[in-house]
């Protein structure tokens, strides 16, 4: 029985797709003519031949694309990196730009705030100083105003003091004048008193006609006094002995003109008055 190795359609098949068995299953069982045989064995050398080279040009030109496509690959990843390098050292010249404008106006924000700083620290030194000026401005003023109030309650007091002064020298002379007068009515009155006779002359009428006129005129003077508030007591005093005065005498001359002892009695009454008076008015003044 024949193999099926040995049949003419397994060794075609055998040629067409793995040809060193063909040949070899075809020259040992010498399926075809021998012509044929070293046709088709020098086609399927030439194939292997082309084969052989074909797959070495292949490689080569693989090779080749693959060492340019790796050059190229390399070129393309160095011009990356150099792109990126670039664009690296752009955006770090680029960064460095903006960190040194965000410093610059850093630095200018912080000039600003020195400058705003400087000139708040100014202003209020300034104002400090103004209320410090204002202070003792106030300070001097208050001290012109009370040396100024001092000085005018010593001017005042000055003034009170001359005034009283001034009153008490014009309340001597006039007081002075008014006990010469006394002095003069008491003896008058007494010389009378000795000698009633004399009553109804006209002599008698003209000395108590002068003595009332005199008290009257030291009455006047006693009023126009300039008398400090402090004297206004005293002259108070001195004016109501002058006005008892002279409505004692004016009793006594009228009951003495009429022989009115009642009258006469009591003019000598408000004469004792008047000396009590007299006395009080010594030790106020005094």
């Known amino acids: 029985m024949v193999s099926f190795y040995e049949r003419t359609w397994f060794i075609i098949l055998m040629l067409i797709f793995i040809f060193p068995v063909g040949l070899y299953l075809m020259w040992k069982y010498k399926k075809f003519n021998k012509v044929v045989r070293i046709i088709i064995t020098v086609i399927c050398v030439i194939a292997l031949i082309d084969n052989i080279f074909g797959e070495s040009n292949a490689g080569n030109t693989s090779v080749k694309e693959s060492t340019t496509a790796e050059t190229e690959a390399n070129e393309s990843t160095t011009k990356k990196v150099d792109d990126s390098e670039k664009k690296n050292k752009e955006n770090s010249e680029d960064d460095k730009l903006e960190q040194e404008q965000t410093e610059k106006e850093e630095q200018k924000r912080l000039e600003e705030l020195e400058k705003d700083k400087a000139k708040a620290e100014k202003e209020e ?66 010389f009378v008193g000795d000698n009633p006779q004399l009553m109804n002359t006209s002599e008698y009428r003209k000395s108590t006609d002068e003595m009332i006129a005199m008290l009257n005129r030291m009455l006047t003077s006693a009023n126009n006094l300039e008398a400090p508030k402090s004297k206004q007591d005293v002259k108070k005093d001195y004016q109501d002995i002058i006005t008892t005065t002279l409505h004692a005498v004016d009793l006594f001359v009228s009951g003495g003109k009429t022989y009115d002892m009642t009258q006469m009695e009591e003019g000598a009454m408000k004469m004792q008055e008047v000396n009590e008076k007299i006395e009080s008015f010594v030790d106020k003044v005094n």
């Open 125 to 190: 030194q300034k104002r400090l100083e103004t209320i410090e000026k204002e202070k003792k401005d106030k300070e001097r003023e208050q001290a012109e105003k009370k040396k100024a109030d001092q000085e005018k309650r010593k001017k005042e007091k000055e003034e009170i003091a001359l005034k009283e002064n001034m009153f008490d020298e014009q309340l001597e002379l006039q007081v002075q004048e008014y006990a010469k007068g006394l002095k003069l009515i008491s003896e008058f009155f007494i």
